[in-house]
């Protein structure tokens, strides 16, 4: 999902994954999952089969943990926020945890053609210093939006059907 909003001075662009379900409906879901597991495993339990429940525990922490991270992944952000004289670009989790700063009037976008007509094309901001590629983890249609916002603040150096080659 790419959003931007644009004010007198800058420009902020956020990219970040598609989220099909927020953490509340994940624990929505392990509860629906959780407790008939449970409740069965308590009654074979009260049967004699009590071995059963430490794998129905096991099986509900898999899940817990699976969907604890498929969310935490989907809360990576990458922020690129393009002023008069620089752009930065942070990315991470929550709060920012790389950070580059780059001086816009030497920026310059690259975008690497991808092999298939369904992927998505890679998109690299750089400098002389830095090379920083953008916005991996989006879909088709949002990384065509994220290339459309960058092509109307940055000079375009190229276009690339091999990686890491710019004409």
Request: aromatic share 8%; with cysteine.
């Amino acid at each position: 999902m790419v959003n931007s909003m644009q004010t007198a001075t800058r420009l902020m662009i956020v990219a970040r994954p598609n989220q099909s379900a927020s953490w509340g409906a994940n624990v929505g879901l392990l509860l629906a999952l959780g407790i008939p597991a449970l409740g069965i495993a308590l009654i074979f339990a009260l049967l004699g089969a009590w071995p059963i429940l430490p794998f129905a525990g096991l099986e509900l922490l898999a899940l817990g943990t699976a969907l604890y991270h498929a969310s935490w992944k989907t809360q990576y952000r990458h922020v690129i926020t393009i002023n008069e004289d620089s752009i930065c670009i942070d990315k991470g989790h929550y709060t920012p945890q790389q950070r580059w700063r780059l001086a816009r009037h030497s920026t310059e976008l690259t975008i690497t053609l991808p092999p298939h007509s369904w992927d998505s094309p890679r998109l690299c901001v750089h400098d002389r210093d830095e090379h920083v590629c953008v916005g991996e983890f989006l879909n088709r249609e949002d990384s065509l939006k994220l290339v459309n916002l960058l092509r109307q603040e940055l000079h375009v150096r190229g276009y690339s059907a091999v990686a890491g080659r710019a004409f």
